[in-house]
């Protein structure tokens, strides 16, 4: 099944066949377009020819902020998320032999316990993908919609777990706005 996020072909292309990039585009899913976020990895890959965790990892700090920096920049942060996504390779490197598709081949929760190890997933981060990974890569270890809750949830429109389509991006946009607006009035 191929992923539908960035609206760009080859992007999504790329998140659907690369483990390590799909880990990174969700990586990258803060304060920016989710379209922007899951793009970056294509932007990487284009820019320094690869997308392997250890080159990544290893890569001169300095030559791949430079090219996070590019225009248009990879993220709007450009200098800090170099960074994280440098160490978030260098994890994968060391913790689970260069491939991000060892991080999910337990039960959901320990897929979970592992993604919340990783630098930049916090609980929610951590869910997201969790959710995602059930919902549009095979993923189909036990409890990973409990695990995952309430990102898991059948029928929801909450986060980019739930994006396979132009209609269904708006759909989470909708949900996202209202949660917003629902915060917003609480304070």
Known sequence: ???????????????????LALLI???LD?????????????KIQERT???????????????????????????????????????????VEEDWDGDAANIWTRDGAT????????PGFGEQKAKIFLALLGEQRGYDGTG???ASAPYGEEGSFRSVADIVSPESLTKVREHKRAAKAAAKAGD
Not at 30 to 42: C, R
Not at 60 to 88: E, I, T
Not at 111 to 118: E, W, Y
């Open 49 to 91: 020819g690869s997308m392997d965790a250890a080159t990544i990892a290893h890569d001169d700090p300095d030559d791949f902020a430079a090219a996070f920096s590019q225009s248009p920049a990879v993220h709007r942060f450009p200098g800090s998320m170099a960074k994280r996504v440098q160490s978030l390779c260098a994890a």
């Open 111 to 118: 897929v979970l316990k592992r993604l919340k190890a990783l």
């Open 30 to 42: 803060q304060q920016v377009a989710m379209e922007t976020a899951f793009a970056g990895p294509l």
């Open 144 to 146: 990973w919609r409990e």
């Open 1 to 19: 099944m191929s992923l539908r996020i960035t609206d760009d072909p080859a992007a999504d292309d790329l998140l659907s066949s690369n483990p």
């Open 25 to 27: 585009g969700m990586l």
